[in-house]
T-cell receptor
């Protein structure tokens, strides 16, 4: 079945550091790929998405490129801020008609000033 | 627009008690979902409703029942709570039926503890 594997956390960085959170997937067909972010005490919200191979999703300085050849969708940001501290989830949607999402286990990111 | 709302925010139950978690959305979405979030395991789908009048099991349905009361509301019921059901429960909704890339909108969650 479909699955998502994320880089183990927690991740701690200093402000303005470069961020990469790895995400790889296993899926049949042509899944869409997502990154969701969960701030403390809140529900998940969509950060970015990509719907086909070589698409790049971007939002709030974060980027991720859908790489079919390596089955990856790594999240990157060039210069993180304290306000980026949150839990990040990679997810895929591969089943037509139901939009069921399969999530990775989440990566907790802490940015120190 | 309130988006997706959930009640209650917190709940403590004793083993064997029952309760219903309520969820409502005001975005006129067709599809609604219930997830549970456990440490180190991401979110796992309990049940979903692709459209009003239909419900289907997700990855972890045992011990739960759902009702799609109308297009806006989707409730999750625990008939006889067990400590293994201690978790944070999220409701979500999405608007496009039949597509791959519809964004899901999440509620703020219900933190449930079963003693």
């Amino acid at each position: 079945g479909n699955s998502v594997t994320q880089m183990e956390g927690p991740v701690t960085l200093s402000e303005e550091a470069f961020l990469t959170i790895n995400c790889t997937y296993t899926a049949t067909g042509y899944p869409s790929l997502f990154w969701y972010v969960q701030y403390p005490g809140e529900g998940l919200q969509l950060l970015l998405k990509a719907t086909k191979a070589d698409d790049k999703g971007s939002n709030k300085g974060f980027e991720a490129t859908y790489r079919k050849e390596t089955t990856s969708f790594h999240l990157e940001k060039g210069s993180v801020q304290v306000s980026d501290s949150a839990v990040y989830f990679c997810a895929l949607s591969g089943e037509w008609g139901a939009q069921k999402l399969v999530f990775g286990q989440g990566t907790r990111l802490t940015i120190n000033p | 627009n309130a988006g997706v709302t959930q009640t209650p925010k917190f709940q403590v139950l004793k083993t064997g008690q029952s309760m219903t978690l309520q969820c409502a959305q005001d975005m006129n979405h067709n599809s609604m979902y219930w997830y549970r979030q456990d440490p180190g395991m991401g979110l796992r789908l309990i049940y979903y409703s692709a459209s009003e009048g239909t419900t289907d099991k997700g990855e972890v349905p045992n011990g739960y029942n759902v009702s799609r009361l109308n297009k806006r509301e989707f409730s999750l019921r625990l008939e006889s709570a067990a400590p293994s059901q201690t978790s944070v429960y999220f409701c979500a909704s999405s608007g496009v039926r039949g597509g791959y890339d519809s964004e899901q909108f999440f509620g703020p969650g219900t933190r449930l503890t079963v003693l």
